[in-house]
């Protein structure tokens, strides 16, 4: 697979506004399977990832890496060209040095925002600002509706939503919302987003 843009990303969340956010082997085998077209990988060793983004690729699907999450792979330059190396489409983390260090290297990135309160929103907004992702991932999701206001007018970036998806109605309250998609760790949604 070739490297992959931002806009394979919006593609593919346009054909299915759902990412598949997996922590196990077992996941990963019934997200290979599904209409997910980008798998997110949140667990595993970041040492031995190569052969796991191959077999993403080889169903047809982007592989993004959370740098944060891996073992074994630091979210630094040289973490972020290990997962580069290793064929990740793409790198996702909460750090803007991580985001940086991912535009630097090619791939696409994509920052994480924790949103516990509004102090919080303000805090991540001004980081996207500095780090200048391609896209960004609020966390928890479910809570986009009520702070979509605060948010989408300050991001010049799609907005993914992850954290707590866990329906079909979920998933048309995001996108009515302003997300471009939705990532879970719900397989029911990897096949029937909404």
């Not at 990832?49 to 330059?77: C, E, Q, Y």
């Not at 509004?118 to 001004?126: E, M, R, Y």
Request: net charge positive.
């Amino acid at each position: 697979m070739s490297q992959a843009s931002p806009s394979d990303f919006l593609a593919r969340f346009a054909a299915f506004p759902c990412g598949a956010a997996v922590k196990t082997g077992d996941e990963l085998d019934a997200a290979v399977r599904s209409r997910a077209g980008a798998v997110f990988l949140l667990r595993g060793n970041g040492l031995e990832l190569a052969p796991v983004i191959r077999r993403v690729h080889d169903a047809g699907k982007l592989a993004v890496v959370h740098v944060d999450l891996v073992d074994g792979v630091a979210s630094d330059i040289a973490g972020v060209r290990w997962l580069a190396r290793s064929g990740a489409d793409a790198v996702i983390s909460s750090q803007g040095q991580a985001v940086r260090a991912v535009r630097a290297e090619g791939l696409v990135a994509i920052q994480r925002l924790l949103c516990t309160s509004g102090a919080a929103i303000d805090l991540a907004l001004t980081a996207v600002s500095r780090s200048q992702p391609h896209i960004v991932e609020l966390l928890p999701g479910v809570i986009l509706p009520a702070v979509a206001d605060l948010v989408l007018p300050r991001l010049g970036v799609p907005l993914l939503a992850g954290g707590f998806v866990r329906s079909g109605d979920d998933v048309r309250r995001l996108i009515a919302a302003g997300a471009l998609a939705v990532t879970t760790s719900e397989r029911a949604l990897w096949n029937a987003a909404g």
